[in-house]
């Protein structure tokens, strides 16, 4: 598909570019041709620069013409280039693009379906109205060879196909065609399968040659050509033997994988509107990929692929920013945006790897950790995967292996885990096979394994395609032919064999041609099929497959007549090269020389040889030079031996030779050779001057050779270059030329590799630049690989041989490091081995280095800091006191329980001459890291980290040879030292050499003990030449603590951040180790640690984790700015440290907050066993993982199971702990718990993970209590309340991590759910672990509908203060109960009200509260009376918001015990209501049966219409109406034939029948239109009035008259009822106080007390108003839903609410994205109000919930209604509830005092006031931090943090209403201020004044202000510990004020002052924080470095001067 057309063509190879030649070189030729001959209806494309493109000309009657392009597309275009015999068009240019025609203009107004043979096809119209400016153009797709088409039907998907063959178009005969042979056209086509074939010319006569007859398919074939065929035919396609096709079109939402080299992988397609078009990467997650890769029928994805990865798509873009949960079953099911709206480039394409499905059956095998052809060996054995031992293994083994994979033969057999090891269990051991065998279970193999897994066998296979040719039995050049079909080798019949068929052969296999073409077997029979039968090729095909031929079932030929060939090399030159039995680029060498080809022969065989010949075929160079037949055995002579070339030769012919008449060389010793691509890519290496194994380094830099330094040359570095070679290590790395010196530049000096690289490139190194380095110092590498094994048996011993000649037992020696550091070794028993690292410290080492001469160690590296070492390990748990002379001496153990390996090799770092005093080590960390310790007085001794900091510890690290510190950590974060503590108040101003050069004082005062010694932790660098300065890839941490923040890299002269886009455990490995830590705990994303500034430097991180920094690892840069801070990524590292420290924990198995857990104990990581594992288990592994807390505990290996031990079992904790260390456990010693039972966590963050079966979860509740809902049979279903009860929910809320249930409501109290019902009559005895582990019945009986659903309240068992409970009483009803203080207590009832019990209600989860009951009415509790007075505004969301004071007076018993009845809104079956129209008249709808529906009406009539109108409160109907005269309902038709007598009370009284019987549409609907008429009005009729149809002050009819209601305890249940018994389906809002004016009459109601499932507002209880209390300025009022598109406030009161409208049939919320007062103004009128008073966004009342309906609302502020606003919808997902917009409004249309903020955000902007019945704003003369507290104070905010002046948010509009305003601080309204009227004129709104409040009064947002100047300059004052103090100007300087200003949201700091003399403080006003030192970065000044004690007065307070434009005034520090 290309943009937006379907292309119905597929490409089978790229044609060659030579079809394009001839057809460009002959287009004058064939333009005069057509010009000429060409007929009527012709066309032919002009002016274009290729032959598919130009302007379109048409002959009409005999002369060519333009064609007008109005209605010119892609339609018309197809068929023109369909017509000239190209692919589908890919534009259709108008307007002349190639150039304006001289021609007539012969077609106009063209319109084409795009199926037309021709382009006269076509409807057009002769007469034109157009200039040859428009004339019409078209570019057409290129055809390749073998491309397919179908044409001439009536869609895309069938016609006749055609062929593209030799240049043109053809038909397909019909003969033994099948439907094999249609699928695999439609699938070459890119449809889904074939529905059928015809033939018989359904779609027309065939056009040109039959190009393909008797095609055979199996169906597997990718296209037609690969299916046997012939090109020779019997057919007469104008007789009608042209096969036609008819494919299955895809489906809607189909996808489909292209690009990929498997087929799990590739870009995306998806299916839609008819046509494939690709997917935008915007928001492509791995939830998205999965639900692709299962759609695809794999298990799910590995990866989601961004940028295009797998090429661009040509067809359109159907999808963008695809957000799927991943659970959908189609892509089409997740949110996107379509097709019409994306704004995305192919260049952004998304892909998928999807997961291969793990299931074998017995004795498969499979390749793992490589590629499709080579890989780790696994077996499928009893059920499982498992890997096979190398013991014995081969390439015979190997073959055999990859014959059963279906490949020819394996390259080679691999041992030592080559692929990398596998899991248990090892299935095979001692292979030994013959090579005959079919499958490995055949070759002699033994099932006792004695293996590792470090000894798992691997292959690499030698891939074969279909078609593939050999010759067998002969020669390199003549042989048995054999071709590769169907999968796998045959014969080929010699019947019609001649030379244009062996040339074919020749040719395919790179010969020049053939010599003959011998049949009847000349090279020996061959065995198995014989593939091909009479073969015809014309000479030209590429292949043998492309020729015509027929399979040979007929059996007329036998392997006696199996056919050969003799190949020849066109015209081969004397001393011609070639490879053979290789590849392109390697193989053994064969030169020709004398008439003939022959061998090399290996002697004196090396690189520079290599290189000549490498040269000579046109290479770059040469890789390796490789003897002994390592491609093969050769035949024939011998050519060439002792070759020595000096490199500069051009062939290998110029070169020294012997030839071999001596016979000394025999063709097991055939040279080859190893070359570079013709362009060697920079940084490849190879060995010179030595052989295969061993020789000089030389690594191609800049375009050319050159060699390596020696200096620091090591193991390391030479294991890095033989790896890279393909060797499996170094066995040495020789310095000092001993390989010859070389030539040319010296490319690289001073390496340092860790050993994990790839290339020596990414190794630490400096560029040759200071030239201290000769030829002299060349390094070297002596690699080893299996073939090596002997040479190094060989070394070893001769190493072992010499050494006991001088080495004494016990000796140790550094190695692979530099003269004073490295691995240490030791001299035991004959042979050198390592030392283990467990327990390895500092006075260990100490010992190594005294022994070795040196004065002691600076630090006692482990893990194999220096790389592994070889042999055994001799030594471990060395326990040394430091006064040895020999380590030997020390304690310790052999190793003969080998439970230490290499990568736990111990190291030391001496100091390199007698100590001197003032030096330092570091101590129980790393080589980077630890307690700093310094040498005084003769001894060693620590560093108090009293006033330690980053300066002192950037000395430190320097003295130590390192650029900088990372960070610097104090108390004991190393562990605490012995011996004296040397210094204390370290104070370094960062220019000292050494750490004893900064100021210090002794510890004389002994004012410090070890609990604080100082550590450092050290940026990783030391390479001589570097200074303190940053390198380009150093990485930090900030935003956390030493070990663990947001990731920072300096990149390009700056720092920046790490997009978290892929961030995985690995990445954060790599950084971890970068800054000496021993990894990563956990990878958070989501600025876990907050946002960083700057640029984001790196993005779409993916590293194997090997990598030593993190710039090694692949990444993108963030140029595109698809990722912003809120993204950063973080690191969570862990330091190996003592048991006693905690044990550390991390994730393993899922992501960054989700995973099976794991911890560190005794040196290892294991699992954690399920038993006892719960939610405050987990609840402590999230928060020592830096997490908020747990979302889940799973147990039973949920994220699979681990490996290794199971370190902790019976884990029980409190949840109060820090580490999960400190909670109770056991080790799992016992062995009872396995890795099945694995527990995992879910931490609080948002992500998907898997569901199983019997999980639950709560709906349509909170988090303790709701729905109950379980996951059975793949879909979540709920559970029926048949005999559901207390020990039922109590299994349900164990299994949810609670301790228990309160109650166990039923008759689906929390709603009803969706089907199915998974769950009835469930009994648990309680003491189960799953619900789903109870008795129970599941529900096929249908005996239990939706309106049964049980649900559950659970709660906590550690309660959080407040937690409540209802007692003594049922599961909506009891004596309220609160904890608080630790233990549970009542509430006593004085002042106890309905609002008090509302919050209670609510608080469980219920709607609200019906009645609010006192004097102990469910009973008196015991135990303490903890609140007393409460006194709730109806707000809050707990009882412990409301005010209340606690009950120490003693005033209240627990005969005064509060109590609430909680509300159940439900409808009473037989509800009636009227929809479609107004109060009194609509269309008729009845509840029954749990759900609304309508009435038919058939028999319809007034006596009917009389029983609804008074069931409804009017006194009779008017009119009974049909025909769905309201219009037509949705839903069920409830009730058919109603036969009312007339005097029913209630509609369902009637005689009527159900409509099963289906006779009666919506479009019978009945009506009825009721009588307004009270002179017979029911008691308790209600009306509406001074409002409309919908709105208006309630009146009720009492007693034969109408009157009011008082809004006393007036809610929405109250106006819920009205608004249902007036017809309506729920109440908007419920004003108070006379909203719509006051009434006349009586009052008939008061206090009225409504549950909201009443019929009629006379059933609520309420009292008459006789006592006078309550005047008709009180009436209550109602705002009803009709059910048309209403708005309501929520969360709120009836005046201020978050805004919620009705659209497309539910509730929803309005985004805050520009939503301001003018938007709010037209909710309020809306409303009923007269304006709004604010515009509060960011969920200011509580996150809504359901879809976002309205987004980016922008009103003008007259429009009746919100939905007349220009608006979006939230399709794009961009909003989420916490942007829910608000309202509010205000309560009535007089001139009282109102206040509002404009122009800014909800907590800040310009203060604008409504006084004398106008908005204006306010004059900042005087204006200051009083007047905004009491303005924010009044809007409901805490204290403001400024206040703005000079119009900061903007200038206003009318008047300004006040001047010089004065306000004490205290007042209640900006009003009750002193002010002056702004009469006089003397001040613009230039001078408006404005106000930045703090969110809460508990909390400011911004706990930092400015007082007592202007709105950008004053004293500085901090919000902490609950109050605002001042800051003392101890360090107070540019940083901190920069940091202020920029919290305050200015640019920057002008400049920073002590203000305390000039604006003094209230001495009131405590000084809160001294001695504060920021960096400048921080984004709060609380984040900076301060003490909260002090020894300043507010004299000493400290201010600044911020600036607030853009840029920051340019000023030196010194000016500032």
Request: proline share 2%; aromatic share 8%; glycine share 14%.
């Amino acid at each position: 598909m290309q943009d937006g057309r379907i292309t119905i063509m597929a490409c089978r190879t790229r044609r060659d570019m030579l079809w394009a030649i001839v057809w460009w070189v002959s287009l004058p030729i064939i333009l005069s041709a057509i010009s000429t001959f060409a007929q009527d209806g012709s066309v032919r494309l002009v002016g274009g620069s290729t032959p598919q493109e130009g302007r379109v000309e048409v002959i009409i009657n005999g002369a060519w013409g333009t064609v007008c392009d109005d209605g010119w597309g892609i339609a018309e275009s197809d068929v023109v280039c369909h017509q000239l015999g190209f692919g589908p068009a890919a534009e259709a240019p108008p307007r002349a693009r190639f150039g304006e025609g001289t021609d007539p203009i012969v077609m106009d107004d063209v319109r084409c379906t795009g199926t037309e043979e021709a382009l006269v096809s076509c409807q057009f119209n002769r007469v034109s109205n157009c200039g040859h400016s428009e004339d019409a153009s078209v570019v057409c797709t290129q055809v390749s060879e073998g491309d397919i088409r179908l044409v001439n039907g009536s869609s895309h998907h069938e016609g006749r196909l055609e062929v593209f063959l030799g240049g043109q178009w053809g038909s397909v005969c019909d003969d033994l065609w099948d439907s094999l042979d249609t699928e695999v056209v439609c699938r070459q086509l890119g449809f889904g399968d074939g529905i059928g074939s015809h033939a018989s010319g359904r779609y027309g006569t065939g056009k040109g040659p039959v190009m393909v007859d008797d095609a055979g398919c199996t169906g597997t074939e990718a296209h037609l050509l690969d299916c046997p065929h012939r090109r020779d035919h019997n057919c007469n396609i104008d007789g009608w033997e042209a096969i036609g096709i008819v494919c299955k079109e895809p489906a809607e939402g189909n996808v489909r994988l292209l690009g990929g080299e498997h087929h799990h992988e590739g870009r995306v397609e998806v299916y839609v509107a008819g046509e494939w078009g690709g997917v935008c990467d915007g928001s492509w997650e791995l939830e998205a990929a999965s639900v692709v890769c299962r759609q695809l029928g794999f298990p799910g994805a590995l990866t989601a692929v961004k940028n295009a990865a797998y090429g661009s798509a040509q067809d359109p873009i159907q999808l963008d920013h695809v957000y799927c949960e991943g659970t959908e079953t189609t892509l089409l099911e997740c949110s996107h945006v379509p097709r019409d709206k994306v704004n995305c480039q192919h260049d952004h394409d998304a892909g998928v790897v999807c997961q291969v499905n793990d299931i074998g059956t017995e004795g498969d095998i499979r390749l793992v950790g490589g590629s499709d052809t080579a890989g780790r060996v696994e077996v499928y054995l009893h059920g499982q995967w498992g890997t096979v031992c190398d013991d014995h293994w081969d390439k015979t083994d190997a073959d055999v292996v990859c014959k059963q994979l279906g490949f020819r033969e394996a390259i080679a057999g691999y041992q030592d885990a080559h692929f990398g090891a596998g899991e248990e269990p090892t299935h095979l051991d001692d292979v030994k096979c013959l090579g005959n065998e079919s499958s490995i279970l055949e070759c002699e193999h033994t099932l006792d394994e004695n293996c590792s897994h470090e000894e798992d066998a691997g292959v690499s296979c030698l891939e074969e395609v279909n078609g593939a040719v050999r010759l067998v039995n002969g020669n390199d050049t003549a042989g048995r032919v054999e071709v590769y079909l169907n999968g796998e080798w045959g014969t080929v019949c010699d019947d019609s064999w001649e030379t244009k068929d062996a040339d074919v052969v020749c040719r395919q296999l790179g010969f020049g041609g053939a010599i003959s073409a011998p049949g009847y077997a000349l090279f020996g029979e061959g065995v198995g099929l014989i593939q091909m039968d009479d073969v015809t090729c014309v000479g030209s095909e590429e292949g043998l497959i492309r020729c015509l031929f027929t399979d040979s079932e007929s059996e007329n030929c036998g392997h006696g007549e199996d056919a050969g060939v003799v190949c020849y090399i066109n015209q081969t030159a004397e001393g011609t090269v070639r490879l053979a039995n290789g590849n392109g680029t390697a193989g053994r060498v064969e030169v020709f020389l004398n008439g003939e080809w022959g061998t090399v022969c290996d002697d004196y065989w090396d690189v520079t040889d290599a290189d000549v010949v490498c040269r000579q075929l046109g290479f770059s160079g040469a890789i390796s030079a490789p003897g002994s037949a390592a491609f093969g055995e050769g035949i024939g002579l011998t050519q060439m031996d002792d070759v020595a070339c000096t490199g500069s030769e051009e062939s290998l012919f110029d070169c020294t030779f012997h030839n071999t008449t001596f016979e000394n060389c025999g063709h097991s010793e055939d040279a080859g050779v190893m070359c570079y691509a013709s362009t060697t890519k920079h940084g490849v290496v190879r060995l010179a001057n030595g052989n295969d194994t061993a020789g000089r380094v030389e690594v191609f830099l800049n375009g050319e050779w050159g060699t390596v330094c020696d200096d620091h040359w090591g193991i390391q570095d030479a294991g890095v270059v033989c790896r890279q070679l393909g060797f499996d290590g170094a066995i040495g790395a020789p310095g000092s030329a001993s390989f010859g010196e070389g030539s040319g530049p010296i490319h690289m000096d001073n390496v340092l590799c860790s050993g994990s690289e790839e290339r020596l490139t990414l190794c630490r190194h400096e560029d040759y630049h200071d030239q201290n380095c000769g030829h002299g110092e060349d390094a070297g590498a002596v690699c080893f690989s299996d073939s090596t094994t002997e040479l190094v048996t060989e070394r070893t011993e001769l190493v072992t041989e010499r050494t006991e000649l001088v080495t004494e037992s016990g000796s140790v020696r550094l190695a692979n490091g530099y003269g004073t550091a490295g691995r240490v070794e030791v001299f035991l028993n004959g042979e050198w081995g390592t030392v283990c690292d467990d327990f390895w410290e500092i006075e260990d080492a100490d010992v190594v280095c005294r022994q070795l001469g040196y004065n002691g160690a600076s630090s006692s590296p482990g893990n194999a800091l220096f790389g592994e070492g070889l042999g055994l390990t001799h030594m471990d748990d060395v326990l040394c006191s430091g006064s040895e002379d020999r380590l030997d001496q020390c304690s310790y153990v052999d190793h003969a329980d080998e439970n230490c390996g290499h990568a736990e090799d111990a190291g030391a770092v001496c100091y390199d001459n007698s100590t001197e005093t003032g030096a330092i080590r570091l101590a129980n960390g790393n080589a980077t890291a630890g307690r700093v310790e310094v040498f005084l007085s003769g001894s060693w001794g620590t560093v108090c980290d009293d006033s330690w900091d980053m300066e002192d510890a950037t000395i430190a690290c320097r003295q130590l040879g390192f650029t900088g510190a990372i960070s610097a950590p104090g108390a004991a974060l190393f562990g605490e030292g012995a011996g004296p503590t040397h210094i204390d108040d370290v104070e370094c101003s960062g220019s000292e050499a050494r750490l004893a050069d900064c100021q210090f004082s002794d510890l004389s005062l002994e004012n410090c003990g070890h609990n604080e010694d100082a550590g450092v932790v050290c940026n990783g660098s030391t390479e001589a030449g570097y200074d303190s300065t940053e390198e380009n890839g150093d990485v930090r941490l900030r935003g956390g603590n030493d070990t663990a923040g947001r990731v920072e890299v300096f990149l390009n002269g700056q720092w920046g951040t790490v997009c978290d886009d892929d961030w995985w455990d690995t990445d954060a490995d790599v950084v971890c180790r970068q800054l000496g830590f021993s990894g990563a705990i956990s990878a958070p994303g989501s600025a876990h640690f907050g946002e960083g500034l700057g640029l984001v430097h790196m993005d779409n991180v993916a590293c194997s984790g090997l990598e030593g920094r993190l710039i090694d690892c692949s990444f993108t840069n963030s140029t595109f700015g698809n990722c912003d801070h809120n993204e950063d990524a973080s690191a969570v590292c862990f330091i190996d440290m003592p048991v006693t420290a905690g044990a550390p924990v991390r994730l393993d198995g899922g992501n960054a907050t989700a995973g099976r857990v794991e911890v560190f104990l005794n040196g290892e990581w294991g699992t954690v066993c399920d038993d006892y594992w719960d939610i405050q288990d987990a609840n402590v592994v999230c928060r020592q993982l830096g997490f908020s807390g747990a979302i889940s505990a799973l147990g039973s290996a949920f994220f699979g199971e681990g490996v290794g031990l199971t370190r902790m079992d019976d884990v029980y904790c409190s949840g109060s702990e820090e580490n999960l260390f400190d909670c109770l456990f056991t080790d799992s010693a016992s062995d009872n718990c396995g890795h099945i039972e694995d527990a995992s966590v879910v931490c609080s963050a948002d992500i998907s993970v898997t569901v199983t079966a019997g999980a639950i979860r709560l709906a349509n509740g909170n988090a303790t209590a709701g729905r109950v809902e379980v996951f059975l049979y793949g879909v979540w279903g709920t559970v029926c309340d048949d005999s559901w009860d207390m020990n039922d929910a109590s299994v349900v809320c164990r299994q949810l991590g609670f301790t228990g249930a309160i109650s166990a409501p039923v008759l689906a109290f929390f709603g009803e759910g969706a089907d199915p019902t998974h769950m009835d009559d469930v009994i648990c005895s309680g003491s189960e672990e799953r619900l789903v582990d109870c008795q129970f019945s599941d529900s096929t009986s249908e005996n239990c509908g939706h309106s049964e659903d049980a649900g559950v309240v659970c709660y906590n068992s550690i309660e959080e203060n407040g937690s409540i409970r209802l007692s003594n009483g049922n599961d909506t009803a009891g004596r309220v109960e609160v904890f608080l203080n630790g233990e549970w207590g009542t509430v006593c009832d004085d002042y106890w009200g309905p609002e008090d019990a509302n919050v209670v209600c609510r608080q469980l989860g219920f709607s609200g509260a019906d009645f609010a009951l006192g004097s102990a009415f469910f009973g008196e509790g015991v135990g303490l009376v903890q609140m007393d007075d409460v006194a709730c505004s109806g707000l809050e969301k707990s009882l412990i918001d409301c005010s209340f004071t606690n009950s120490t007076s003693e005033n209240c018993g627990h005969g005064e015990d509060a109590n609430v009845v909680c509300s159940t809104v439900l409808t009473a079956n037989g509800t009636i209501r009227l929809a479609g129209g107004n109060n009194t008249a609509g269309r008729v709808e009845v509840f029954l049966d749990d759900q609304w529906g309508t009435v038919c009406d058939d028999y319809w009539g007034p006596e009917d219409a009389n029983v609804v109108c008074r069931q409804l409160g009017f006194s009779g109907a008017d009119f009974a109406l049909g025909s769905a005269f309201f219009g037509e309902g949705v839903g069920l038709v409830q009730m058919d034939d109603v036969t009312c007598s007339g005097l029913e009370e209630s509609l369902i009284d009637c005689s009527f029948v159900d409509s099963t019987f289906e006779n009666c549409g919506h479009g019978e609907d009945a009506g009825v239109v009721c009588s307004a008429d009270t002179g017979t009005i029911q008691n308790g009729a209600i009306r509406l009035a001074s409002g409309n149809d919908t709105a208006g002050r309630v009146e009720v009819f009492l007693n034969g008259e109408w009157g009011t209601v008082c809004d006393d305890d007036w809610d929405m249940e109250d106006a819920t009822v009205v608004c249902r018994q007036l017809g309506f389906m729920a109440a908007i809002s419920a004003p108070e106080y006379a909203l719509f004016g006051e009434g006349a009459g009586p009052i008939q109601m008061d206090d009225v007390g409504c549950s909201g499932s009443e019929a009629n507002l006379i059933d609520c209880p309420s009292i008459n108003s006789t006592s006078g209390n309550c005047g008709h300025a009180e009436d209550a009022s109602v705002v009803c839903f009709t059910g048309s598109n209403p708005i309501r406030l929520a969360g709120g009161n009836v005046t201020a609410g978050r805004v919620e409208v009705f659209l497309n049939g539910e509730w929803g919320t309005v985004c805050d994205d520009y939503w301001d007062i003018t938007d709010a103004d037209v909710v309020c009128r809306q409303l009923g109000f007269s304006g709004a008073n604010s515009a509060p966004g960011s969920a200011a009342f509580g996150e809504g919930v359901g879809l976002t309906q309205m987004d980016d609302v922008a009103c003008y502020g007259s429009e009746a209604s919100l939905l007349d606003c220009s608006y979006t919808d939230s399709t794009g997902e961009n909003c989420g509830h916490n942007e829910d917009a608000g309202v509010v409004c205000l309560t009535d249309t007089t001139d009282n005092f109102e206040i509002r903020l404009a122009n800014g955000n909800d907590t800040s902007g310009r203060v604008e006031v409504f006084l004398n019945g106008e908005w204006g704003t306010v004059c900042d003369d005087d204006w200051g931090i009083d007047d905004a507290n009491v303005v924010c104070r009044q809007l409901g905010f805490g204290e403001a943090s400024s206040a703005p002046r000079y119009a900061l948010f903007g200038e206003g509009v009318g008047p300004t209403q006040m001047d010089n305003v004065n306000c004490s601080g205290s007042e209640a309204s900006l009003v009750d201020c002193a002010f002056i009227d702004s009469t006089g004129e003397n001040c613009a709104h230039s001078e408006d004044a404005g106000v930045v409040c703090s969110a809460s009064t508990t909390e400011p947002t911004v706990p930092v202000r400015l007082a007592d100047d202007t709105e950008s300059a004053g004293r500085v004052e901090v919000f902490l510990d609950g109050q605002w103090g001042t800051v003392c100007d101890d360090y107070w300087g540019p940083e901190e004020a920069t940091t202020t200003c920029r919290q305050l949201g200015f640019a920057g700091a002008i400049s920073y002052e002590t203000v305390g003399e000039r604006i003094p403080a209230d001495e009131s006003v405590p000084i809160a924080i001294d001695d504060v030192r920021c960096t400048g970065s921080e984004s709060s000044l609380l984040d900076c470095d301060y003490i909260t004690t002090h020894n300043c007065q507010h004299g000493e307070d400290a201010g600044v001067v911020c600036f607030t434009d853009g840029e920051l005034p340019d000023r030196s520090e010194e000016e500032i």
